[in-house]
């Protein structure tokens, strides 16, 4: 009896580590937010000054402050670690802003982020500079690139697009404004495509215009065309799209110098060096061009497939390096980027800005990718394992780099964004020959049916 007492006491307290056990697994999210934030909270706020200690992030006390204590109490003179401010619990783990004592920096910190993530029981750790002399401390509970859930709360805005979650649960946003052009690569099935629709649905509702080379028979871009300006399904079509775009670039150049014609008494903030600069009235639609399967466009059979394809290189590269001033935006994508392609992809390749390098099936692959911006990013990338599409790596040309991770977007429902704001498509005269032909919607048996805007063949 004595026995069975004993085990029906012992059931509810193993069934509760148990299920604390299936949670931390299954639902890490809700896990966090009932049992591990109390725990770690609880290590920090207790664990914090022999941690900073134990990590080096601790300084002698000043002069005055060494008094002040000997003078007031007995007790012995201690190191000083940085001061702690409010902890701020969210959802996926906790922030905290630090005073840095005299004479650290930000990288002290940094250095020692392994060393806190196992003292506090946390995820990961993260140091994001302030300002000067205070730093945050942003503590992930689990890993938020398992299962993603973007933030409710993003900053958003014109040619600003949250297309990924980084590994420090904050939004990845495609700022094109602040990274005019963007290489992304990605072997098969690596989740390329998934983040090529969230960018197109994204930039959708917005007033822009979106231009499609898609060499595979537009199979990835085809189901957009209702929000397209403009869509070329081979290397024919997009030997005649390329021209007609670095002519709209020039004759928006054109209109920029023509509004530099200064005139006495002109005000500062009127004179301008791109579109950005004009009036509003005046300024044409910013455009962005999506090249999937970029390596099509360089593979050559005879010499007039060589001849074009120079001519391509050569129109997309003016792209690449004048586009901006002129609100032309580029998005390349492909499995492989490199010198084997061809003349004219190295300096191609050097114009565009941002990376986003997915699971790739060789190191050469990353290197391409990431290889003349972050080299310790390439090993990053070559771990991402199969059974993790849309886990990539991003880096800009300042070095930076983290892990991403985009979420899953059904291309029906990309598709349907974009039928629902294919009256936001702007119309770019020089476009309109180009512009995809969309057929009607078939009636329903209900004997409704929606009639798309109308466009050219």
């Known amino acids: 009896m004595t026995d069975l007492v004993t085990l029906a006491e012992l059931g509810g307290p193993l069934a509760a580590i148990g299920g604390?056990?299936?949670?931390?697994?299954?639902?890490?999210?809700?896990?966090w937010s009932t049992v591990g934030l109390p725990l770690s909270v609880a290590r920090l706020v207790a664990s914090y000054f022999s941690t900073m200690d134990a990590c080096g992030l601790t300084v002698e006390p000043s002069r005055w402050r060494a008094l002040a204590v000997r003078a007031t109490t007995r007790r012995e003179i201690r190191p000083v670690p940085p001061r702690r401010g409010v902890i701020r619990p969210n959802s996926t783990g906790l922030r905290v802003r630090l005073r840095l004592a005299p004479g650290q920096e930000p990288a002290d910190l940094a250095a020692s982020a392994?060393?806190?993530?196992?003292?506090?029981?946390?995820?990961?750790?993260?140091?994001?500079?302030?300002?000067?002399?205070v730093v945050e401390l942003r503590l992930v509970g689990y890993d938020v690139l398992r299962k993603v859930r973007m933030p409710r709360r993003v900053d958003g805005g014109l040619l600003r697009v949250p297309v990924a979650l980084r590994e420090d649960a904050t939004a990845f946003v495609r700022d094109y404004r602040a990274v005019p052009h963007e290489l992304v690569l990605g072997a098969t099935l690596s989740g390329k495509s998934m983040y090529l629709r969230h960018l197109v649905a994204g930039l959708a509702a917005q007033p822009v215009a979106l231009v499609g080379i898609d060499c595979k028979r537009g199979v990835e871009l085809a189901?957009?065309?209702?929000?397209?300006?403009?869509?070329?399904?081979?290397?024919?079509?997009?030997?005649?799209?390329?021209?007609?775009?670095?002519?709209?670039?020039?004759?928006?150049?054109?209109?920029?110098?023509?509004?530099?014609?200064?005139?006495?008494?002109?005000?500062?903030?009127?004179?301008?060096?791109?579109?950005?600069?004009?009036?509003?009235?005046?300024?044409?639609?910013?455009?962005?061009?999506?090249?999937?399967?970029v390596a099509e466009l360089f593979l050559v059979a005879t010499r007039k497939d060589e001849e074009r394809r120079d001519e391509?290189?050569?129109?997309l590269i003016r792209l690449a390096q004048l586009g901006r001033a002129a609100g032309i935006y580029l998005e390349v994508c492909?499995?492989?980027?490199?010198?084997?392609?061809?003349?004219?992809?190295?300096?191609?390749?050097?114009?565009?800005?941002?990376?986003?390098?997915?699971?790739?099936?060789?190191?050469?692959?990353?290197?391409?990718?990431?290889?003349?911006?972050?080299?310790?990013?390439?090993?990053a990338a070559c771990s991402i394992a199969p059974e993790l599409p849309g886990l990539a790596v991003v880096g800009d040309t300042s070095g930076g780099w983290s892990r991403i991770r985009t979420p899953y977007l059904s291309?029906?429902?990309?598709?349907?964004?974009?039928?629902?704001?294919?009256?936001?498509?702007?119309?770019?005269?020089?476009?309109?020959?180009?512009?995809?032909?969309v057929p009607p919607v078939p009636v329903e048996a209900s004997g409704t049916a929606t009639v798309p805007r109308p466009v050219t063949e």
Request: aromatic share 6%; net charge negative.
């Open 411 to 437: 291309l029906a429902d990309a598709a349907a964004t974009c039928r629902e704001s294919a009256h936001l498509a702007p119309e770019v005269l020089a476009l309109t020959p180009f512009r995809p032909y």
């Open 114 to 133: 392994e060393r806190l993530r196992h003292a506090w029981g946390v995820h990961a750790v993260y140091v994001r500079d302030v300002k000067p002399g």
């Open 334 to 379: 492909g499995q492989r980027f490199g010198a084997e392609l061809g003349k004219g992809a190295t300096m191609l390749r050097a114009q565009l800005t941002g990376r986003v390098c997915h699971r790739v099936n060789d190191e050469a692959s990353a290197k391409m990718a990431l290889g003349d911006i972050a080299p310790e990013a390439v090993d």
């Open 20 to 31: 604390a056990a299936y949670a931390r697994h299954a639902h890490p999210a809700a896990y």
């Open 312 to 315: 391509m290189v050569t129109h």
């Open 223 to 293: 189901p957009f065309a209702p929000r397209l300006s403009a869509l070329a399904t081979d290397p024919d079509e997009a030997a005649e799209l390329l021209p007609v775009l670095v002519k709209e670039m020039e004759d928006r150049y054109d209109l920029i110098k023509a509004r530099q014609g200064i005139e006495p008494g002109t005000p500062d903030e009127e004179i301008t060096s791109d579109v950005w600069g004009l009036p509003g009235s005046e300024r044409p639609v910013p455009i962005v061009l999506f090249v999937d399967e």
